[in-house]
């Protein structure tokens, strides 16, 4: 923006007030010129056919616009993953950009709801709607980020009454969500010559370098750079009222879904979120019918939930935001609407359908800018409306928080009903038939009632994190998430007590009397999502994403929920929270380290790295007054591994325990370990945050490896680990359909750049599998998680599917109105005696997401077939859904085999979801270091 001297402030805000008289409202009233076109700029219109613009042509584009208007800031608000600048544009009229740190902090003041009735109400009327709009999320929806440059383009070039008005009320921030996609994907469909022949599909590697699709899963841990700057203007800068989030593609017959959204929604937030969804919603698919632009549906006419938090549009759920989806058909390459004969009838969710044709960009364009226009209309009519109402859901949650309250969870509606059915059949015999029936209607005696709101069963007042727990700086992590998400977190400035329970000085506080508390509440307590089925006693319907993702869950956190109010000794974080420094006490022989840091294995890489000495001890053993369970690590004080100590004691927050002696006892020596991590052409998602992870932790010599590299055979000279992640080994080598990941088919060698050649391919049961075999046999390591594990089968090990029935003629696998677990987090017991799981809790909390479970046969341990992890109780759910969940019991979730010389650690659960449950990180750590160790001894045989 070029910011007019105050002299020239444009008149056009009172032009706006006076629409109707005015025939010369077209005519320049801003004091800005004219605003370069995207015709003008890049050669073509958006939305022309095969016509893509890269991020680098976006970003000059942008800067040359805001030279040239006045409505119109462009901010960076950090760096990607591959160092490009994220932008964010700031849309708004000329004089509200002289105010904007005003409207800002009355955004701000609204959103924390730590106000007046009065002051908000004065605040509301004063402030201003904000808005915020984005694209290019998942890059190869390559409509998100043109429309974005389209509507930008529109506001602030029109002199349109109705843009003035949105101007005027309207703070809109046009956010770019993934401009690393939006550079591959444009250069991936522009590079081929003939028109007719441009794809986006096919691209080669992950759109976002890490995590592709994945990036809109990442909103409440905050992991990659974009997610972190996009929290950042949510939580902490701006506290959008709407957050509109852009998607490609829409349901089949039609052209988009737009919100409402179908059930369930999440018990813990604000209901004046959903009922803001539907005032957006209905104005969107208002506005299309106003238009005549048919084709858009809503609530279940697509599978897009409020239910599940840690996406850009659902996380705001969580903070009082309204986050608005929209999935639209387009491609600059022309489509055909289908001929879906059902979806010609007008009905409920669908009442305005569309016929079939054949589709342009540029209608898509279209349909996005009506789409963009319908929320900022609502925003600007509704604008008090909105602003009161952040601030209301704000202080509702304070109050929540401040008082007893209870949430009824659809567990607890269960077993009183079944209590219920339970008297009324012993009650009334007579009538017991009945009873059974729940022939008596809905409704109840109050007694039962009561037994909703007993003492107990009261929602936390607040949550307690001891500083003295095991791994204290993973919790530091987890705090670290709440603050990126905006919440309130303290740290107790000296020892105290609550509930007669002492806590020591470090220990964090997390209090529900926040505006922010449906966050807080959904990242300690269980999610519990309602039995969901297609009909009573039919099948269970999938929720959109996970069910149950309980971070402190997740991550292992020690907490305690505390029912009563209560006060601390405490001072409120600012910024991201650092453990505190770890101790590091004298030793001529080096230092023991406690297993259970996860962060133990960034200082025993580092020290790895340097060409130290580092040992992991079998046997429990004990140095400076402390116990140390089987597993520490002994880093041997030679080289440069005092320097790597303090540094690490520094900046990791672990303990350093001083020896004067080696430990004596059985130990492995560890080796610098040379790992392959499974990747595919076109980029495994799963596989990207094991790579990012592996990133943080430090590891040092891990590789990408594809399936032509492993088919070529001699792994062993290259690799001492292979891990697959879910999707890495396949059932069968028979075709499984026409697409794989988010690009379609696999293309031939002649149509790609000849560095992604060697990316090319699948894994197979023919080539792939031998080559495993051989290198566990000459020694090598393997890791398997999720379907992965169809590697045990393709060896002949023996190890069977648990989660199967008895039929007459044998047995099937358990069908799905039998047994259904989406994305949950469950409880598995680990024997931690085992270096596997060495550091870790006997009862550990997993994710799962409808994941293998093990069945070991009779003869497994002569085979050298061992459970490391098992589900031991019929009732393993700890938060989301688990239909069916007493068929786990007795299954196990993580074995070892024997394999020739070399190993084969495998995992059912998701042990590294999404870079989220950092509780069982360390069983692939562990296993990367376990599997090729050799014990000290036999190291100082062979002279290692
Ligand atoms: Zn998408």
Same mark, same amino acid.
Not at 231 to 243: G, K, S
Not at 703 to 710: C, G, R, S, T, Y
């Given at each position: 923006?070029?910011?007019?001297?105050?002299?020239?402030?444009?008149?056009?805000?009172?032009?706006?007030?006076?629409?109707?008289?005015?025939a010369?409202?077209?005519?320049?009233l801003?004091?800005?010129?004219?605003?370069?076109?995207?015709?003008?700029?890049?050669?073509?219109a958006?939305?022309?056919?095969?016509?893509?613009?890269?991020?680098?042509?976006?970003?000059?584009?942008?800067?040359?616009?805001?030279?040239?208007?006045?409505?119109?800031?462009?901010?960076?608000?950090?760096?990607?993953?591959?160092?490009?600048?994220?932008?964010?544009?700031?849309?708004?009229?000329?004089?509200?950009?002289?105010?904007?740190?005003?409207?800002?902090?009355?955004?701000?003041?609204?959103?924390?709801?730590?106000?007046?009735?009065?002051?908000?109400?004065?605040?509301?009327?004063?402030?201003?709607?904000?808005?915020?709009?984005?694209?290019? &999320?998942?890059?190869?929806?390559?409509?998100?980020?043109?429309?974005?440059?389209?509507?930008?383009?529109?506001?602030?070039?029109?002199?349109?009454?109705?843009?003035?008005r949105?101007?005027?009320?309207?703070?809109?921030?046009?956010?770019?969500?993934?401009?690393?996609?939006?550079?591959?994907?444009?250069?991936?469909?522009?590079?081929?010559p003939?028109?007719?022949?441009?794809?986006?599909?096919?691209?080669?590697?992950?759109?976002?370098?890490?995590?592709?699709?994945?990036?809109?899963?990442?909103?409440?841990?905050?992991?990659?750079?974009?997610?972190?700057?996009?929290?950042?203007?949510?939580?902490?800068?701006?506290?959008?009222?709407?957050?509109?989030?852009?998607?490609?593609?829409?349901?089949?017959?039609?052209?988009?879904?737009?919100?409402?959204?179908?059930?369930?929604?999440?018990?813990?937030?604000?209901?004046l979120?959903?009922? %803001?969804?539907?005032?957006?919603?209905?104005?969107?698919?208002?506005?299309?019918?106003?238009?005549?632009?048919?084709g858009?549906?809503?609530?279940?006419?697509?599978?897009?939930?409020?239910?599940?938090?840690?996406?850009?549009?659902?996380?705001?759920?969580?903070?009082?935001?309204?986050?608005?989806?929209?999935?639209?058909?387009?491609?600059?390459?022309?489509?055909?609407?289908?001929?879906?004969?059902?979806?010609?009838?007008?009905?409920?969710?669908?009442?305005?359908?569309?016929?079939?044709?054949?589709?342009?960009?540029?209608?898509?364009?279209?349909?996005?800018?009506?789409?963009?226009?319908?929320?900022?209309?609502?925003?600007?009519?509704?604008?008090?409306?909105?602003?009161y109402?952040?601030?209301?859901?704000?202080r509702?949650?304070?109050?929540?928080?401040?008082?007893?309250?209870?949430?009824?969870?659809?567990?607890?509606?269960?077993?009183v009903?079944?209590?219920?059915?339970?008297?009324?059949?012993?009650?009334?015999?007579?009538?017991?038939?009945?009873?059974?029936?729940?022939?008596?209607?809905?409704?109840?005696?109050?007694?039962?009632?009561?037994?909703?709101?007993?003492?107990?069963?009261?929602?936390?007042?607040?949550?307690?994190?001891p500083?003295?727990?095991?791994?204290?700086?993973?919790?530091?992590?987890?705090?670290?998430?709440?603050?990126?998400?905006?919440?309130?977190?303290?740290?107790?400035?000296?020892?105290?007590n609550?509930?007669?329970?002492?806590?020591?000085a470090?220990?964090?506080?997390?209090?529900?009397?926040?505006?922010?508390?449906?966050?807080?509440?959904?990242?300690?307590?269980?999610?519990?999502?309602?039995?969901?089925?297609?009909?009573?006693?039919?099948?269970?319907?999938?929720?959109?994403?996970?069910?149950?993702?309980?971070l402190?869950?997740?991550?292992?956190?020690?907490?305690?929920?505390?029912?009563?109010?209560?006060?601390?000794?405490?001072?409120?974080?600012?910024?991201?929270?650092?453990?505190?420094?770890?101790?590091?006490?004298?030793?001529?022989?080096g230092?023991?380290?406690?297993?259970?840091?996860?962060?133990?294995?960034?200082?025993?890489?580092?020290?790895?790295?340097?060409?130290?000495?580092?040992?992991?001890?079998?046997?429990?053993?004990?140095?400076? %007054?402390?116990?140390?369970?089987?597993?520490?690590?002994?880093?041997?004080?030679?080289?440069?591994?005092?320097?790597?100590?303090?540094?690490?004691?520094?900046?990791?927050?672990?303990?350093f325990?001083?020896?004067?002696?080696?430990?004596?006892?059985?130990?492995?020596?560890?080796?610098?370990?040379?790992?392959?991590?499974?990747?595919v052409?076109?980029?495994?998602?799963?596989?990207?945050?094991?790579?990012?992870?592996?990133?943080?932790?430090?590891?040092?010599?891990?590789?990408?490896?594809?399936?032509?590299?492993?088919?070529?055979?001699?792994?062993?000279?290259?690799?001492?680990?292979?891990?697959?992640?879910?999707?890495?080994?396949?059932?069968?080598?028979?075709?499984?359909?026409?697409?794989f990941?988010?690009?379609?088919?696999?293309?031939?060698?002649?149509?790609?750049?000849?560095?992604?050649?060697?990316?090319? %391919?699948?894994?197979?049961?023919?080539?792939?599998?031998?080559?495993?075999r051989?290198?566990?046999?000459?020694?090598?390591?393997?890791?398997?998680?999720?379907?992965?594990?169809?590697?045990?089968?393709?060896?002949?090990?023996p190890?069977a599917?648990?989660?199967?029935?008895?039929?007459?003629?044998?047995?099937?696998?358990?069908?799905?109105?039998?047994?259904?677990?989406p994305?949950?987090? &469950?409880?598995?017991?680990?024997?931690?005696?085992?270096?596997?799981?060495?550091?870790?809790?006997?009862?550990?909390?997993?994710?799962?997401?409808?994941?293998?479970?093990?069945?070991?046969?009779?003869?497994?341990?002569?085979?050298?077939?061992?459970?490391?992890?098992?589900?031991?109780?019929?009732?393993?759910?700890?938060?989301?859904?688990?239909?069916?969940?007493?068929?786990?019991?007795?299954?196990?979730?993580?074995?070892?085999?024997?394999?020739?010389?070399?190993?084969?650690?495998?995992?059912?659960?998701?042990?590294?979801?999404?870079?989220?449950?950092?509780?069982?990180?360390?069983?692939?750590?562990?296993?990367?270091?376990?599997?090729?160790?050799?014990?000290?001894?036999?190291?100082?045989?062979?002279?290692?």
């Open positions: 923006m070029s910011r007019a001297p105050l002299s020239l402030r444009p008149r056009w805000r009172r032009a706006a007030g006076l629409a109707l008289l005015s010369c409202v077209a005519a320049p801003s004091a800005q010129g004219r605003i370069t076109s995207p015709k003008e700029f890049f050669g073509f958006i939305g022309d056919d095969y016509r893509l613009a890269t991020y680098t042509q976006f970003v000059d584009y942008w800067k040359k616009i805001d030279a040239e208007s006045d409505r119109m800031i462009v901010e960076e608000i950090g760096k990607t993953a591959e160092g490009r600048p994220q932008l964010m544009a700031i849309v708004t009229s000329p004089e509200n950009h002289r105010n904007l740190a005003k409207y800002k902090n009355i955004a701000q003041r609204l959103a924390k709801g730590e106000l007046t009735d009065a002051e908000a109400r004065q605040l509301a009327a004063e402030g201003k709607a904000v808005v915020w709009i984005d694209g290019g &999320l998942h890059a190869t929806e390559v409509l998100g980020a043109h429309q974005l440059m389209e509507t930008n383009y529109r506001l602030i070039s029109s002199n349109d009454p109705e843009v003035l949105f101007l005027n009320d309207c703070i809109i921030l046009m956010v770019h969500a993934n401009p690393d996609g939006m550079e591959l994907v444009s250069n991936w469909y522009m590079r081929t003939e028109e007719a022949k441009r794809s986006t599909g096919g691209i080669p590697r992950l759109y976002q370098k890490y995590i592709g699709h994945d990036n809109n899963r990442d909103f409440y841990m905050g992991a990659q750079n974009e997610t972190i700057n996009i929290m950042r203007q949510q939580y902490h800068e701006w506290f959008p009222h709407i957050v509109y989030n852009h998607h490609q593609t829409g349901p089949a017959g039609a052209v988009l879904f737009a919100p409402p959204f179908r059930a369930p929604h999440n018990h813990n937030f604000d209901p979120v959903i009922y %803001g969804i539907d005032l957006v919603g209905t104005s969107m698919h208002t506005r299309f019918a106003l238009e005549n632009k048919p858009a549906v809503r609530r279940d006419q697509a599978g897009y939930q409020t239910w599940w938090n840690g996406g850009l549009r659902t996380a705001v759920y969580f903070h009082n935001m309204v986050g608005l989806l929209t999935e639209t058909i387009g491609n600059p390459t022309p489509i055909d609407i289908p001929f879906t004969p059902e979806k010609l009838i007008p009905q409920e969710n669908y009442v305005f359908p569309i016929t079939p044709q054949k589709w342009h960009f540029r209608q898509s364009i279209e349909y996005s800018v009506t789409a963009n226009y319908a929320v900022l209309d609502v925003a600007s009519r509704h604008r008090e409306q909105f602003l109402n952040i601030y209301k859901m704000g509702n949650a304070i109050e929540k928080g401040s008082k007893d309250t209870w949430t009824d969870y659809p567990r607890r509606i269960a077993a009903q079944e209590q219920i059915r339970k008297d009324r059949a012993q009650q009334q015999e007579g009538n017991a038939r009945l009873a059974a029936m729940g022939g008596f209607g809905g409704t109840a005696p109050t007694q039962y009632f009561a037994s909703l709101r007993t003492p107990e069963l009261r929602d936390p007042r607040g949550f307690i994190m500083s003295d727990q095991t791994d204290f700086p993973t919790t530091t992590k987890f705090v670290n998430a709440l603050r990126k998400a905006g919440v309130t977190v303290q740290r107790a400035t000296r020892a105290f609550v509930g007669g329970k002492a806590y020591p470090g220990s964090y506080v997390v209090k529900t009397a926040q505006a922010f508390r449906a966050h807080v509440m959904d990242m300690f307590e269980p999610q519990d999502y309602p039995n969901d089925l297609q009909y009573p006693g039919g099948p269970p319907k999938a929720p959109y994403d996970n069910a149950g993702y309980t402190a869950f997740q991550m292992g956190v020690d907490f305690d929920r505390i029912l009563d109010g209560f006060e601390c000794p405490c001072e409120e974080i600012s910024g991201m929270a650092t453990p505190p420094a770890g101790r590091v006490t004298a030793g001529s022989a230092w023991l380290v406690d297993h259970s840091y996860n962060d133990a294995f960034v200082a025993v890489n580092r020290v790895m790295k340097s060409g130290g000495e580092v040992l992991w001890l079998r046997n429990a053993t004990s140095a400076g %007054g402390k116990q140390y369970p089987a597993g520490a690590w002994f880093i041997a004080n030679r080289g440069g591994a005092r320097g790597i100590v303090d540094r690490s004691a520094a900046d990791l927050g672990i303990n325990d001083g020896v004067n002696a080696r430990p004596a006892g059985d130990a492995l020596r560890m080796k610098n370990v040379r790992v392959g991590l499974w990747d052409y076109g980029g495994s998602m799963p596989s990207g945050w094991m790579r990012w992870m592996m990133e943080q932790f430090e590891f040092n010599n891990v590789k990408q490896v594809f399936a032509p590299e492993l088919d070529a055979g001699n792994l062993a000279s290259k690799f001492d680990v292979l891990i697959f992640a879910d999707g890495g080994i396949p059932e069968s080598d028979r075709p499984s359909g026409p697409g990941g988010f690009g379609g088919r696999m293309p031939e060698a002649s149509e790609i750049p000849a560095e992604f050649r060697s990316t090319l %391919g699948r894994t197979t049961v023919a080539n792939t599998v031998p080559q495993l051989k290198f566990m046999e000459d020694g090598g390591t393997v890791i398997t998680i999720g379907s992965s594990n169809a590697l045990a089968t393709h060896l002949d090990l190890v599917n648990h989660l199967v029935e008895r039929t007459p003629t044998g047995e099937r696998e358990l069908p799905r109105d039998k047994l259904f677990v994305g949950s987090v &469950l409880q598995a017991a680990v024997d931690v005696t085992h270096p596997l799981a060495h550091g870790m809790s006997p009862r550990t909390d997993v994710f799962f997401d409808n994941s293998p479970v093990f069945r070991l046969e009779p003869d497994a341990a002569m085979k050298g077939v061992r459970a490391i992890a098992w589900f031991d109780t019929p009732t393993p759910l700890r938060s989301g859904w688990a239909w069916g969940q007493g068929y786990l019991n007795g299954g196990v979730a993580a074995a070892e085999a024997s394999v020739g010389k070399g190993k084969l650690f495998m995992f059912g659960p998701e042990i590294t979801n999404r870079a989220q449950p950092h509780g069982t990180f360390k069983f692939l750590f562990n296993g990367i270091y376990y599997g090729p160790a050799v014990s000290a001894a036999q190291a100082a045989v062979i002279g290692m």
